[in-house]
């Protein structure tokens, strides 16, 4: 299985340049929305030299406005990376059965409730009478890490859902990854970590920045996200396929007998 490992690692790499060519405008979509969020940042001071500035440019509205719907944009560009590389045919992966839609649309709510916290964080402990920057950062801090920690157990779940099956629902998915969750969690930290450090450190040392050197930095960054998610999206199928043969099991299990049913049991890439 470690051969399998850092076949599943080099290869979702493969597989952005696979989602790249054959889906380009989707990944331009999450650049492009990525990019707009930064120039309304700029505009608020989130990249000042000032911390206090910067502080107060965080909830501001017209921030938070974009932000929802840049993550849609992030859960789409995930939706459609697994639909394109199970069933390899882009007109498939465009036309997702009610069924996947509905099941996807639980996936991201899951995924809704740990993002919250970490976005709304400041608000949320103010509540309560806290709110302190330490205070702040450990709730972001517990919402973004039991996130990470818990999705290796779901992705065959994710995976089943985006394809539009019945199979694998929460509690099955972790059921049948088992202790195969340690081989899937350090799968999928290694993919995530070094693009989440890329992309915090990227915003962090635009702070202050002259404009010569800030747009580059937001441009670079902007094209890191939807590469960072494509290739998380990528992991999860390859680490669903890997898991699903160790245990004996059929990836795409309870899929309807449909043209995308049956092809989406029989591409997965290995």
Do not use: C
């Not at 996807?104 to 993002?115: D, G, H, N």
């Not at 930290?189 to 070094?194: N, Q």
Request: hydrophobic share 60%; no cysteine.
């Amino acid at each position: 299985m470690t051969k399998r490992f850092f076949a599943s690692l080099g290869g979702a790499f493969v597989d952005v340049g696979r989602v790249a060519r054959a889906m380009p405008w989707l990944l331009a979509m999450m650049i492009a929305i990525e990019f707009v969020q930064h120039i309304i940042e700029v505009r608020i001071g989130f990249f000042s030299a000032d911390a206090a500035v910067r502080h107060a440019a965080q909830l501001q509205p017209i921030r938070m406005a974009l932000g929802w719907p840049k993550m849609l944009m992030v859960w789409s560009v995930a939706f459609f990376t697994i639909r394109y590389l199970a069933l390899n045919d882009v007109a498939a992966a465009l036309r997702p059965s009610r069924l996947a839609m509905q099941r996807y649309a639980w996936v991201i709510l899951f995924q809704f409730v740990p993002t919250a916290i970490v976005i709304y964080a400041e608000p949320i402990l103010k509540l309560f009478g806290l709110g302190s920057a330490g205070e702040v950062m450990a709730l972001r801090t517990a919402g973004g890490l039991t996130q990470l920690l818990i999705e290796p157990l779901l992705w065959m779940w994710f995976v089943s859902a985006a394809l539009g099956t019945n199979g694998y629902a929460p509690l099955q998915s972790a059921r049948v990854t088992g202790l195969w969750y340690f081989w899937a969690l350090l799968l999928g930290l290694l993919i995530r970590i070094p693009f989440s450090q890329i992309h915090g450190r990227l915003n962090i040392f635009a702070a202050g920045q002259p404009d010569a050197v800030l747009w580059p930095v937001l441009l670079l960054d902007a094209v890191v996200v939807p590469v960072m998610v494509t290739a998380a999206a990528a992991v999860q199928l390859r680490a669903a396929q890997a898991i699903a043969e160790r245990r004996g099991r059929a990836l795409v299990e309870d899929a309807p007998r449909t043209a995308e049913g049956i092809v989406a049991g029989a591409a997965v890439p290995a």
